[in-house]
């Protein structure tokens, strides 16, 4: 499988963007999707994830009301909808995906979890 992440940018603090999360190779649809984010000088961390039927997602505190996880699996892409965004949200955003189904709170992934990565797209949130 391969990602592709895509949609970051310069935006201002209360704006908004949308990511997306290209993807090929074995089915997509069979795996949870997820973003992680690194701030600079900061570990990776866990965003929001969706199961694969898209029946099932979970999200970080910090984004939960402001950020949105999709997929179309019919496209094989994933998407976050970043809304109302802060400067902390300033960061490389990775899509990963897993193998499986999750629900809920099983839906936190770690990254030591995830099978495939795509290289990072940065959002920087300007004040």
Not at 65 to 82: C, E, H, P, W
Not at 83 to 95: G, I, M, Q, R
Request: with cysteine; hydrophobic share 30%; net charge positive.
């Amino acid at each position: 499988v391969q990602l592709q992440a895509s949609g970051g940018g310069l935006v201002q603090a209360g704006g908004s963007l949308r990511l997306s999360c290209a993807t090929s190779g074995r089915t997509f649809s069979t795996h949870i999707m997820t973003w992680f984010r690194q701030a600079p000088g900061k570990e990776r961390e866990f965003v929001a994830a969706s199961s694969w039927s898209a029946d099932s997602t979970y999200y970080a505190d910090s984004v939960k009301g402001r950020f949105t996880i999709s997929r179309d699996n019919a496209k094989n892409t994933v998407y976050l909808q970043m809304n109302s965004l802060k400067p902390e949200d300033t960061a490389v955003y990775y899509c990963a995906a897993r193998a499986g189904y999750c629900s809920g709170s099983g839906c936190y992934s770690y990254e030591r979890d995830m099978n495939y990565w795509g290289k990072g797209t940065q959002v920087t949130v300007s004040s």
